[in-house]
């Protein structure tokens, strides 16, 4: 029977898709995680890794067995969490999830805060992509995270905390620069600038724009 500490290597090699980051989010050498790992698929009697793919992936068994040991972990520090509650105070790792383009801005108005109100708990902070956000509250992997809505996924529960408005900015020999109010359809024909794909603001303004598969359209 695999070890919990051999399910949370094998977990994060999944995560990262490589060997040598895994290791290092498990503050173990790759050579100990990897030998761990091996442990485990020797005594299970195959592989659950294709490590000739390039980022490696899971083998179809893999994945199973995969989906089985987040179940596990995932129990697992429910069980560990219950045990601290009724001890009283709250601690132990509590995963949290940020879109890159607002984590530089809001982070630091609370987390000097939040240590201070919950000293025993350690706040580990993943600053990701909305999609790789999604997958991994799905899979356990995050216990909260902070992002752009609405989202309307199934299965998670979203609370808006701020709202903030959009802005558009152009140059002063702009056309639109004498307009003191802006409609959608002044944009049209007009030349855009925005995120790259995967980022949900590029999303949310090509929506709210109903620039989607229009023309002049032009990811930074």
């Known amino acids: ?8 290597y094998i977990v ?9 980051k895994a290791a290092n989010e498990c503050h173990v050498t790759q050579p100990t995680l990897s030998m761990q790992i091996q442990k485990v698929e020797e005594e299970i009697g195959y592989p659950l890794f294709d490590r000739l793919k390039k980022p490696i992936i ?7 067995f995969l989906s089985q040991a987040k179940v596990l972990l995932f129990e697992h520090r429910k069980l560990m969490d219950l045990s601290r509650q ?3 105070e709250l601690s132990g790792d509590f995963r949290l999830g940020v879109i890159p383009t607002i984590a530089p801005y809001l982070l ?3 987390i000097e805060a939040f240590s201070k109100q919950f000293p025993k708990i350690h706040l580990v902070i993943d600053e990701l992509k909305t999609e790789t956000i999604i997958k991994n509250l799905h899979e356990d992997q995050l216990d909260a995270a902070i992002l752009a809505t609405p989202l309307n996924e199934s299965g998670l529960k979203e609370r808006p905390i701020f709202y903030e408005p959009f802005s558009l900015y152009v140059s002063k020999s702009h056309p639109l620069n004498a307009r003191k109010r802006i409609k959608e359809d002044d944009l049209s024909g007009h030349e855009m600038w925005l995120l790259a794909d995967g980022h949900c ?5 090509v929506r709210y724009c109903s620039l989607r598969n229009k023309e002049g359209v032009f990811p930074m």
């Open 1 to 8: 029977m695999p070890s919990l500490t051999q399910l949370e």
């Open 12 to 20: 994060a090699v999944d995560k990262h898709k490589h060997f040598g």
């Open 86 to 88: 009724q001890g009283g």
């Open 108 to 110: 630091p108005l609370f």
């Open 58 to 64: 899971a083998t179809p068994k893999g994945q199973r």
């Open 201 to 205: 603001f590029r999303q949310q303004i």
